[in-house]
């Protein structure tokens, strides 16, 4: 049985005074199957591992170098991330592939340098506009998948994030259909690949999760959680969003 997951990224938001919304989320996150994660800016992780202790709430980071350090100025490496207190860190969100030109070996290799430090990969994927509208899901989801996720992901180490890129921050989601699809294809091709452990895995479904949709998307079949961009910065809404995943 997958315990579910409801993963907040905060992205380039977040200053020392959106604190108290970890606060506020603490009773939400006490649940009994759910996980509750928050992707941080680098610069709060510590505050905010230390304002979370004691709480069901873990931390993470955005991204990270491959490196575990040296003359990289301005990244951030694994073991950076893991010794400020986040137990997760994101990779190959598509606002990397986009803004950073991360390629799927590079996310692998970053997955991969999480892992040497303990961290558990959250590793996105999916289509553009213009790939759905091609009829190119599939593909571009299923090279993604396979090119960004190590041979040493395991469903222990390694969480899948479908977020199909036209979603996120639009309002626009796919249909239940859609997401089930893809969802249903993800979970095939990970237990092609690692056997039994691929059902192990937790695939989330990113982009406009929101309280209002929430409910009928984590009613969806190998929907575990979400990854939660703009509705994950109030606790307000991120905990309607928990409490959804809880009861599904
Ligand atoms: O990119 C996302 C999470 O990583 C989704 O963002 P929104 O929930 O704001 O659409």
Redesign the pocket.
Known sequence: MRRKLAAG?WKMNGLAADLAELDAMKPAAATRQTDVLICTPATLISRAAEAVSGSAIAIGGQDCHVNASGAHTGDISAAMLADSGAGYV?TG???RRVDHGETDAVIAAKSEAGYANDLIAVI?IGESLEEREGGQTLDVVGTQLKNSTPDAATGANTVI?Y?PVW????GKVPTLEQIAEVHDFIRAKLVERFGEDGNAFRVLY????KPSNAQDIFAVSNVDGA?????SLKASDFNAIIEALDAA
């Open positions: 990224n994101i969100h598509s606002e996105c994030a977020e979603a996120i921050g639009t990113g982009g406009s999760v990854l939660v961009g703009g509705a």
